[in-house]
């Protein structure tokens, strides 16, 4: 008996020897910064570490067609008076060390948020609008007041200030925190590889902390929606910039690569199926001090709305970077109206008939102004700069007027825009949650902009606790409509980043969605685990 079992155990290894070894796929992606300190999401997010998020698992998500998906949740529901929100977790979740997910981990991450100085924390009120976040976060007011609620294991009661319809969406930036961990280390818990735990579709196996890059593998603990479909992903942030990346891809060594504007018709030409658009949920715009001359003159704002060519402009100065905007929103934002983007045209002829109104006929008498942009890098530093000095001559030949350009840090930017030390300025805004209030919210009763305009405030306002889409949607037009016809902002143009994937890569995240974009790590959850490689 002995003597058959030894054999059949000869046969099992030997065979074993001879099968082929099961392929691993790994995936070499470019990063985002260079720099990080904590692997934790809810604990920064501006000084997270490379791609943080995708340990964890958010209640809600969107898909590349931006459509918000349940992955920790899997239903919600809204009170009669829409003051309180009710999140159902999904049954058997676990951390990777074995231990339940619960509703706890959830609450536990917003009450630390609000209490640790979260560099985050005004989301929390301005787009989820929670029940006492601002008093909490102040200080007046202590954390158990928050509107927030393990009912059980598997249940979370939020409560908000006022009704807010939209509030699943504002949840894709909620993830959750392993109190059982943050209990016995503190937030040390996330700074260590050997600590940190992931309930997400990935773990963390390695990271280099010099330069932020990191090493995820597929977790094996993971239940939930969308698991990953790759073994390893490798993320690089010195891949990041295109000078760097596309190098290493025409290399081998980088599955995809971002481009700049010298790039594109070489990777076009080399790779012309590889090419990948995504436009970018941002805007840059004109926006002034209203009550400052003479930008306090609604014709003379009329005269700039119709004295940009954004055809042009973004045909041969910005070409391959950005496309016109017509809107505050961009295309496939929730709520774009392309009748109201339709409007924004190029009308030399009104554009001089509104300063001749305003009494700046041809531009005579017309000040000399300086119009301030904030020096920045990514895809905003390579479209500002260029579009100012051609708004500057646009503005010179339609209008007849003077306009400098003038470009400043970042905080003395903002320091301008807010304590209106200027009266015209180029301002680029990428949304923070996907939902119109995002976007309208910054023109709202003061605001970004110290923009009061009554008939606004209160379409927006209406809109914001609306619980009907179609009815929200026609409120915020018709307060983008006020916006036009008082011309309270020029839109300008939407950022596009052009990419260039491997013909290795497969799977849906790799292919454009029903507008011919391909969001790639913007989506990051959904990308990274619908992405194949063969």
Do not use: C
């Not at 392309?338 to 509104?354: G, H, L, R, S, W």
């Not at 709202?444 to 606004?456: E, S």
């Amino acid at each position: 008996m002995n003597a058959l079992i030894k054999i059949a155990g000869t046969l099992v290894v030997a065979t074993a020897l001879t099968l082929p070894a099961i392929a691993q796929t790994t995936i070499v992606a470019p990063g985002q910064s260079t720099s990080g300190t904590y692997m934790d999401y809810m604990k920064t997010v501006y000084a997270r570490a490379t791609f943080a998020e995708l340990l964890q698992l958010p209640l809600a998500t969107f898909d590349k067609e931006f459509k918000l998906t349940p992955m920790a949740a899997e239903s919600w529901s809204q009170s009669e008076d829409g003051l309180t929100w009710t999140f159902k977790l999904r049954p058997g979740l676990v951390w990777s060390d074995g231990e339940p997910l619960t509703s706890t981990d959830y609450v536990f991450a917003l009450q630390r948020a609000a209490t640790d100085g979260y560099d985050f924390a005004w989301y929390w009120d301005f787009a989820g609008g929670i029940k006492n976040w601002k008093e909490v976060t102040e200080g007046t007011a202590d954390v158990s007041t928050l509107g927030l609620k393990a009912v059980d294991d598997l249940t979370i009661e939020i409560t908000t200030n006022a009704p807010k319809p939209y509030l699943p969406s504002v949840t894709s930036l909620w993830y959750p925190v392993p109190k059982h961990v943050v209990d016995k280390i503190g937030d040390d818990w996330a700074l260590n590889v050997d600590t940190i735990v992931s309930s997400g579709p990935f773990d963390i196996q390695s990271w280099e902390k010099s330069n932020n890059s990191v090493v995820f593998t597929k977790s094996a603990t993971y239940t939930g929606p969308w698991q990953a479909q790759i073994d390893t992903l490798e993320v690089d942030p010195s891949l990041g910039a295109p000078e760097v990346g596309l190098p290493a891809f025409l290399a081998g060594d980088a599955d995809y690569s971002f481009l700049n504007t010298g790039q594109v018709p070489v990777a076009t030409a080399r790779y012309p199926e590889g090419i990948r658009k995504n436009a970018v949920f941002a805007t840059s715009y004109i926006s002034y001090d209203l009550d400052s001359e003479p930008f306090n003159n609604a014709d003379v704002r009329r005269a700039f709305y119709y004295a940009v060519n954004r055809d042009e402009l973004t045909s041969t100065v910005l070409k391959d970077i950005a496309i016109p905007a017509g809107s505050i929103l961009p295309p496939g934002y929730p709520g774009y109206n392309p009748d109201i983007a339709a409007e924004a045209v190029f009308d030399p002829e009104k554009a001089k008939q509104f300063m001749a109104d305003a009494g700046f006929p041809d531009g005579k008498g017309f000040p000399e102004i300086e119009i301030w942009y904030r020096e920045e890098g990514g895809y905003n530093g390579a479209i500002v700069p260029a579009m100012a000095q051609y708004l500057q001559a646009e503005f010179k030949d339609v209008l007849g007027i003077t306009m400098n350009i003038r470009v400043l840090p970042g905080a003395d930017w903002m320091d301008g825009l807010r304590n209106k030390k200027n009266n015209i300025f180029i301002a680029p805004y990428e949304y923070d949650y996907l939902d119109p209030s995002n976007f309208y919210g910054i023109f709202y009763n003061g605001g970004r902009h110290g923009y009061h305009i009554p008939d606004y405030d209160a379409l927006v306002a209406k809109a914001d606790s609306e619980s009907d889409w179609d009815t929200r949607y026609d409120l915020y037009a018709q307060a983008e409509q006020i916006m036009i016809d008082q011309a309270l902002i020029v839109p300008l143009v939407h950022p596009i980043t052009i990419a260039v994937i491997s013909d290795e890569l497969g799977g849906d995240a790799s292919t454009p969605n029903a507008l011919g974009f391909t969001p790639l790590d913007r989506l990051g959850h959904y990308f990274f685990t619908h992405l194949t490689k063969q």
